[in-house]
């Protein structure tokens, strides 16, 4: 199965959009549950968003909730993550996290993807 691998990231001005995809092949992607964190310089990484194995359930981060749509397309083996409304606090580096039937010590992590958004 190939690794995960995420694109989609750029400069954009304050107010902007970008849709960050997260891509694979070679597996079931239906059974993972695919998890998008995002890592600012000298900070912590944290949760952005997710969408489930099963069911197709979603959840965001209070920060992303309203402006960040997380999707699927199993056919495809990727998951975007379309960012509306950037704001400068929204730069850093996404990555993409994929959790075989929900199971986090399971987990695998793409390489990462920058998204800078210019004030």
């Known amino acids: 199965q190939a690794p995960l691998v995420e694109s989609g990231g750029g400069l954009v001005p304050a107010g902007g959009s970008l849709r960050l995809s997260c891509a694979t092949s070679?597996?079931?992607?239906?059974?993972?549950?695919i998890t998008w964190f995002r890592q600012a310089p000298g900070k912590d990484r944290e949760f952005v968003a997710e969408i489930t194995w099963s069911g197709g359930n979603t959840l965001y981060a209070d920060s992303v909730k309203g402006r960040f749509t997380i999707s699927r397309d199993n056919a495809k083996q990727t998951v975007y993550l379309q960012m509306n409304s950037l704001k400068p606090e929204d730069t850093a580096a996404y990555y993409c996290a994929a959790d075989p039937y929900g199971s986090v010590r399971s987990r695998e992590w793409g390489q990462g993807t920058q998204v800078t958004v210019s004030s």
């Open positions: 070679g597996r079931s992607f239906s059974v993972y549950t």
